[in-house]
């Protein structure tokens, strides 16, 4: 019997094949970074907020009217025909899509409490001092015991680039399957001419709204950047927005400094040159 020749040969350090000191042949690449799909900024539907608009995640275009109440049950019979007519009137002249909103929140009344209180310290009437002691306790009583809420009413004006109609079929298809989606953050792009026309026609819009509730003798006004920012912040930090309310926009955001062209005077390494 003759032994078994192995046919294998050492093979240089240098080859593709043989292993290297110092690395582990079997160590697995790092996987990579992972973005989570289901964070703040993906869930909310919208994009911006410019020039008194709201520009949306699927690049439409959002325009805010606050309305003030009227008192219809105190008005005549003749009045309320007239209101009736009127609303009639508006809705069958509207060529486009709006959204009426109504919002109840509770009131704070602590702001409230807080100024008569101050009244009260001031106060140097003895019966007045007491009529005012009254006075607040039977309003801090009443708001322990009952919700005081406050309603506000608004319209919300869209203006869709493709179209209103098919923008509408198109967002109610597959709705209850796109709320359980995992969202995915878009970047929108819009170009300046589609963002003027945008701009005109829901400007168009606007005016015809407001053409309407006035005849109707509804008292309107269009929600500015400020106003829609604070509506939005509300919306989303009911409870947040009591304790910090927004402030002042001028505040918030900070100056920068951007680099001009060409290089600025130094005069006095000029005059050490000289």
Known sequence: ??????????????????PQAGKNPQQPAAPAAKKNPNSAQNALLISEIRENMVIMSDGSFRAVITCKSINFDLMSSREREGVEYAYQSFLNSLTFPIQILIRSQRVDIAPYLDRLDKMRRGQDNMLLGVLMDNYIDFIDQLAQEAN???????LVIP??????LDSAVASSKNLFSNLFKPQQQVNIKINQEAYDKAKDELQNRINTVLSGLFQMGVRSVQLNTKELGELYYNFYNPDTAVRQPLGDFNNI????IQKGQGEAPRPNLSQESN
């Open 148 to 154: 005081i809420m406050d309603k506000s009413f608004f």
């Open 1 to 18: 019997m003759q032994p078994n020749k192995n046919n294998t040969q050492p093979q240089a350090s240098g080859q593709p094949g043989a």
């Open 159 to 164: 203006y869709y680039p493709a179209g209103d």
């Open 253 to 256: 955001t900070n100056t920068y």
